[in-house]
């Protein structure tokens, strides 16, 4: 094998490899204390209909209405705000949420969620 052909394919194994570590990285980057979205019961009102939220969009979300707790699985911050570039966050999806509500289906930092003919107040928290 010629020695460009060997580095040239040196390299793009290099490659490879970080990108998958890239992408198996942001797991392992956890600090600080856990987050959770979660979804309590509300009174009737304007809300957002979960049905036309996607499951693979809003996992934490969908996570949250179909948990027996109302709350979604723990998500750490990565320090310096390295993770969140490269992860799904409950802060995200709660943002956008936020921005697709319907007036009055917003307060403060909570949403309105229509899940199954129920109305939950979805919010992130931390305990």
């Known amino acids: 094998m ?59 979300l969908h996570e949250a209405l179909g948990s027996d707790d109302g709350r979604s699985s723990a998500y750490r911050r990565g320090p310096v705000g390295l993770k969140e570039a490269f992860t799904n966050s409950p802060f995200d999806e709660l943002r956008s949420v936020r921005e697709f509500a319907p007036p009055g289906a917003t307060d403060g930092d909570a949403a309105f969620v229509e899940h199954e003919g129920t109305r939950y107040r979805v919010e992130v928290v931390q305990p």
Do not use: K, M, W
């Open 2 to 60: 010629r020695p460009i052909a060997r580095n040239g394919l040196l390299l793009l194994v290099g490659v490879v490899l970080a990108l998958l570590a890239l992408g198996a990285l942001p797991q392992f980057l956890a600090a600080g204390d856990p987050y959770y979205l979660t979804a309590n019961e509300a009174e009737d009102g304007p809300a957002v209909d979960a049905a036309n939220l996607s499951e693979r969009q809003y996992p934490h």
